[in-house]
């Protein structure tokens, strides 16, 4: 195996490394088996085994087309510029007001609870972001908020904050409308 080839599969090599790591501390979860419901595992194990499942993608991959037209964080930095690299917008003030929403949803989370605090994370970020239609704002912000609150509370059975009252009832209110889901 060539020096070239073996630098470009390392990073997947060490993904997964990473991701028996993961997958081994995921079989050590506790808890009490209910029949007829996932464990608290089985959702952390499913991912974990994607991302071993493109590492092992990845590295097959470049070992049979030979690492022709790979390009790795390695290789991103090896390259010469073939042509000159168009300079596209920077906006700082979107990234720190993102970042800075990120963190205030992330500490206000418990109080506003999943749903809650979920829809207003969104509309305040499309608004941070620059996209200004109210009516699209307001509305994609209901029906992510919707359809996360049923792939996480329904499916796929994840304990999410509550939040405190007044807020809670707007995680009771989705749980006690189950005929629409």
């Known amino acids: 195996m060539d020096k070239t080839l073996f630098r470009s599969i390392l990073p997947y090599i060490a993904g997964l490394a990473i991701a028996s790591g993961l997958y081994?501390?995921?079989?050590?979860?506790?808890?009490?088996?209910r029949p007829g419901s996932l464990g608290p595992g089985a959702w952390p194990k499913l991912a974990i085994l994607l991302?071993?499942?493109s590492c092992l993608f990845?590295?097959?991959r470049r070992i049979i087309v030979g690492?022709?037209?790979a390009t790795g964080l390695i290789e991103a930095f090896e390259r010469e510029e073939e042509e000159p690299?168009?300079?596209?917008?920077?906006?700082?003030?979107m990234l720190?007001?993102?970042?800075?929403?990120?963190?205030?949803?992330a500490?206000?989370?418990?109080?506003?609870?999943?749903?809650?605090?979920?829809?207003?994370?969104?509309?305040?970020f499309m608004y941070v972001g620059g996209f200004w239609r109210h009516g699209t704002v307001w509305l994609t912000s209901t029906v992510v908020t919707l359809l996360t609150g049923i792939l996480f509370l329904r499916i796929a059975y994840v304990s999410l904050?509550?939040?405190?009252?007044?807020?809670?009832?707007?995680t009771d209110v989705f749980f006690k409308i189950p005929s629409l889901w």
Not at 24 to 32: D, H, K, L, P, V
Not at 107 to 124: E, K, M, R, S
Not at 161 to 170: D, I, N, S, Y
């Open 24 to 33: 081994w501390y995921a079989t050590m979860i506790e808890y009490t088996p």
């Open 85 to 93: 690299v168009q300079k596209t917008p920077v906006y700082p003030r």
């Open 51 to 53: 991302l071993a499942a």
């Open 67 to 69: 690492n022709r037209d």
């Open 107 to 124: 500490v206000l989370l418990p109080y506003l609870g999943f749903i809650f605090g979920t829809f207003l994370f969104l509309v305040a």
């Open 161 to 170: 904050p509550r939040g405190v009252e007044p807020f809670a009832m707007a």
């Open 58 to 60: 990845e590295i097959v």
């Open 96 to 105: 720190i007001g993102g970042i800075v929403l990120m963190a205030i949803y």
